[in-house]
C-alpha cells in the first residue's frame, strides 16, 4: 500500500492494471529457485577469498577494528562510487563500543584513561575489559530472551497461578546471563537449552537452560506446548517458519510435513518435573491441570524437563488437528529435517543416563544435604537429652509421686468400702459407669485365638 498521505498517481493505477490483466507475472528476480534446497541459505558457507581489487585490511591498520570484512564493504562502496566516512575520532569510537557492550556511556574517568593511553592496544584493552564487564551478560541477555521469548508470570496477580511457564523461570534467564558473560559459545547454550537433561544431567546450572522448552509449557493444553516447541525451536534457531508445515508442506522452503513432525518427536517423551535444591524445602511435584482448581505452585526448587514417557508416540494428523490421526501410518520416530541431513549421515542416538537423572534425591550434593540435615537433628537431639533433667531424681518430681500414690491408695480404700460390686479388684482394677452416656470399651486379640490357664492380661488406659 502506498504510503499514508501519498495516494497514487494515475499514471502508478494504470501500470498496476495492466500488470494484473496480465497474469501478475513476477519479475524474473522475484522468481523462487526451480528447488526450494538451490536457495543460497540452505548452501553449505563457504569461505570466499578477498576481492582483488581491495587493499589488504589488518587489525593495525586503518583505524582500530578493522577486519577482513572491511574489505568486502570497501569493495562494494568503490564500486558503488561511494567514499566512506573517515574513522571515527577516539571519543566517539569509545562511546560506540560502552553502548554496543554494556548499554552505557563511558563515565568521564574512563573516557580520560583512554585517550591519555598511547597504546595502540588500548582499544582492544578496552573492547576486553567490557567483554570480561558482568553488564555486557545482562546487556546482551536482553536481546537474545526476545529471540527465545523469555517472560516471567509470576506476580501478575494476587494469586500463586501460573497457567503458562513457571514460577522459577528467572533461572533461565539468569542462566542465559551467566552464560554470556562465562563466553560459553552459540552451540553450547543451544544445546544446554534443549537437550541440558541429557547432555549434562548432573549439573544444575545447565538444567536451567531448559528453561526455553518450559517457557512454552500451556497448562490447557499439552499438544499445544509441542506445537510451540517446534514452531519456535524453527524459528529461533533455524529462522524458518516450521509451523507452516504443521498444516501441510511448506509452500517455499524445503520443509515436509513429516519433517515437522520428526521434529516433534524429539521432545514428545519429555515433561517437567520440579526438583529440591539443596537448603531448601522440599517444593513437592510439579503441578498439572486440575479443572476448575488453581494451580498452588511453590517459588522452589528447580524446575527441569525429563523423559517422563520414553516411548511417547508421535502421531501424523491432518488439518492441523490432532483429532484427524493417521494411525495407520505408525508412530513418526524422530528425524532431522530432510534439508540438515541430505546424506543421511546423522541418525538420532538414545543416550543411556544415570540413575539420578531420574531420581534426583540420590544427586551427591542432595546425599550431602539430606546427611548434613540428619546429623544436624542428631546433634540437636543429643544436646536436647542432655540438658533435660532426670524426672526420677528431682525433689519435686518425687514429692509429686508420692502425692499421688497416696490419693490413690485412698481413692481405692474409699472403692472398696463402697461395697459397690465390681468385675475386678485389686489396685488394678477397672472401673467402668454408664451412668453419664454410653461408654464402650472394646479391643481385639484375633492374635490370642486361645487363652491358656493361668494368662494373664493387662490394659492400660
Given at each position: 500500500m502506498p504510503p499514508e498521505g501519498r495516494p497514487?498517481?494515475?499514471?502508478?493505477?494504470?501500470?498496476?492494471?495492466?500488470?494484473?490483466?496480465?497474469?501478475?507475472?513476477?519479475?524474473?528476480?522475484?522468481?523462487?529457485?526451480?528447488d526450494p534446497l538451490a536457495h543460497w541459505a540452505f548452501q553449505p558457507p563457504l569461505k570466499a577469498p578477498l576481492p582483488a581489487a581491495a587493499p589488504t585490511v589488518t587489525a593495525a591498520s586503518a583505524h582500530p577494528g578493522s577486519a577482513a570484512i572491511d574489505s568486502f564493504i570497501s569493495d562494494k562502496l568503490r564500486s558503488a562510487g561511494i567514499t566512506p566516512l573517515p574513522a571515527a575520532d577516539k571519543p566517539t569510537l569509545l562511546r560506540r563500543a560502552y553502548l554496543d557492550l554494556i548499554g552505557l556511556p563511558p563515565t568521564p574517568a574512563e573516557l580520560s584513561a583512554f585517550l591519555?593511553?598511547?597504546?595502540?592496544?588500548?582499544?582492544?584493552?578496552?573492547?576486553?575489559?567490557?567483554?570480561?564487564?558482568?553488564?555486557y551478560g545482562e546487556r546482551w541477555a536482553r536481546h537474545w530472551m526476545d529471540v527465545w521469548r523469555y517472560a516471567d508470570w509470576y506476580g501478575r496477580r494476587h494469586v500463586p497461578d501460573v497457567w503458562n511457564s513457571a514460577p522459577q523461570i528467572w533461572r533461565w534467564r539468569d542462566w542465559i546471563v551467566n552464560s554470556l558473560n562465562a563466553d560459553h559459545g552459540y552451540d553450547r547454550m543451544l544445546q544446554e537449552m534443549l537437550a541440558a537433561d541429557e547432555i549434562r544431567p548432573g549439573d544444575d546450572e545447565a538444567a536451567a537452560a531448559t528453561g526455553y522448552l518450559i517457557r512454552n509449557w500451556y497448562a490447557l493444553n499439552p499438544?499445544?506446548?509441542?506445537?510451540?516447541i517446534v514452531e519456535h525451536t524453527g524459528k529461533a534457531f533455524l529462522g524458518l517458519t516450521f509451523n507452516c508445515a504443521h498444516c501441510h508442506d511448506h509452500k517455499y522452503d524445503p520443509i515436509a510435513q513429516t519433517d515437522y513432525f520428526r521434529l516433534r518427536a524429539f521432545f514428545e517423551p519429555i515433561y517437567i518435573r520440579?526438583?529440591?535444591?539443596?537448603?531448601?524445602?522440599?517444593p513437592g511435584p510439579f503441578q498439572d491441570y486440575d479443572y476448575g482448581k488453581l494451580r498452588t505452585i511453590q517459588r522452589l526448587g528447580m524446575?527441569?524437563?525429563?523423559?517422563?514417557?520414553?516411548?511417547?508416540?508421535?502421531?501424523?494428523?491432518?488439518?492441523?488437528?490432532?483429532?484427524n490421526r493417521q494411525t495407520e501410518r505408525g508412530p513418526i520416530p524422530p528425524g532431522f529435517p530432510a534439508f540438515l541431513n541430505r546424506s543421511n549421515q546423522f541418525a538420532p542416538q538414545t543416550i543411556p543416563l544415570p540413575v539420578a537423572a531420574f531420581y534426583p534425591a540420590l544427586r551427591p550434593e542432595m546425599i550431602a544435604a539430606r546427611r548434613s540435615e540428619l546429623?544436624?537433628?542428631?546433634?540437636?537431639?543429643?544436646?536436647?537429652?542432655?540438658?533435660?533433667?532426670?524426672?526420677?531424681t528431682s525433689p519435686a518430681t518425687r514429692t509429686a509421686l508420692e502425692a499421688a500414690t497416696a490419693a490413690f491408695s485412698a481413692a481405692a480404700a474409699a472403692a472398696r468400702d463402697s461395697g459397690v460390686p465390681g468385675a475386678l479388684s485389686g489396685l488394678q482394677s477397672l472401673h467402668l459407669t454408664a451412668s453419664n452416656g454410653r461408654r464402650i470399651l472394646q479391643h481385639r486379640l484375633t492374635q490370642l485365638p486361645v487363652l491358656t490357664q493361668g494368662t494373664t492380661l493387662q490394659f492400660q488406659l
Open positions: 497514487l498517481e494515475p499514471a502508478q493505477l494504470q501500470l498496476l492494471e495492466e500488470w494484473l490483466n496480465h497474469g501478475a507475472q513476477p519479475s524474473a528476480q522475484d522468481l523462487p529457485e526451480a591519555n593511553d598511547p597504546d595502540p592496544a588500548a582499544f582492544a584493552s578496552a573492547v576486553d575489559r567490557l567483554l570480561a564487564d558482568p553488564r499438544n499445544d506446548w509441542m506445537r510451540n520440579q526438583d529440591q535444591l539443596p537448603g531448601q524445602a522440599d524446575v527441569r524437563v525429563f523423559d517422563k514417557h520414553p516411548d511417547a508416540p508421535t502421531w501424523f494428523y491432518t488439518g492441523g488437528d490432532e483429532r546429623q544436624q537433628a542428631e546433634q540437636s537431639a543429643r544436646e536436647h537429652l542432655t540438658n533435660t533433667p532426670d524426672a526420677a
